[in-house]
């Protein structure tokens, strides 16, 4: 199978929400991760060749690169598409509040940096939104310090925390992000809507961040 493997022409890149949070939900380096990073770094307009792909997997081999790509289509992280539909946001503060709006069932969201400060805030006010962006940064911290307890021995290997309710039913959910070498953390109240183009667009928005110090809320 893999020595037919071929590059569909004129087709773009698509990645879905299972392969954007893949991407993010982890700070240890994969090919599949430095790939997926990579399609979400690049123009939503630019096709999908040959040499692009090679960039894109840091790889000079079309053999590596064609099995890696053939492998995320397989998990359903992406896809080829006739048309671009995916989007690349100008980043300010309402357009990702906007965005964080989509992300929760009951329009309440936070976007948090590592040391605890909300970079957009949409249904908390301001006090509280402050609190919960530094309880976030503390329970994120507490996961990470137990990472190897979390998967190695007891083998859950989702990096997200949550306060839930008796039935289970997640309440507030902290959702670390790696963007390259930084570290924001998505809060969302209530049931988290992450499978969504909107949460696409919020990766594909971090990652225009990357190495920029940009406070996107004045408040």
């Known amino acids: ?20 949070f893949y991407a993010v939900s982890s700070s240890n380096p994969s090919a599949s991760r430095k790939l997926l990073a990579n399609f979400l770094r690049a123009d939503v307009n630019a096709k999908l060749t040959e040499d692009r792909l090679k960039q894109w997997a840091e790889t000079d081999d079309i ?22 539909s995916s989007q ?5 503060s309402d357009i990702f509040e ?13 976007l948090v940096d590592k040391d605890g400060f909300y970079l957009a805030n949409v249904g908390f006010n301001h006090e509280t939104a402050e609190e919960v962006a530094n309880m976030a940064s503390e329970a994120t911290r507490l996961s990470e310090k137990h990472s190897l307890l979390i998967k190695n021995n007891l ?9 839930c309710d008796p039935a289970g039913q997640s309440e507030l959910t902290f959702f670390p992000l790696y963007i390259g070498e930084t570290k924001n953390i998505l809060v969302t109240a209530g049931l988290p809507l992450l499978n969504s183009e909107a949460f696409v667009t919020l990766v594909r928005g971090l990652y225009l961040l990357d190495g920029e110090d940009i406070q996107l809320t004045n408040k």
């Open 98 to 110: 906007d965005i964080l709006g989509q992300l929760s069932d009951c329009h309440r969201a936070l």
């Open 63 to 84: 053999h590596t690169a064609l099995s890696l790509l053939y492998r995320l289509q397989r998990l359903e992280f992406l896809y080829g598409e006739a048309q671009p």
């Open 155 to 163: 083998n859950i290997y989702n990096t997200a925390v949550g306060i």
């Open 1 to 20: 199978m893999e020595s037919t493997l071929q590059l569909h022409n004129d087709l773009y890149p698509k990645v879905m929400p299972a392969g954007a």
């Open 88 to 92: 690349i946001v100008k980043v300010t």
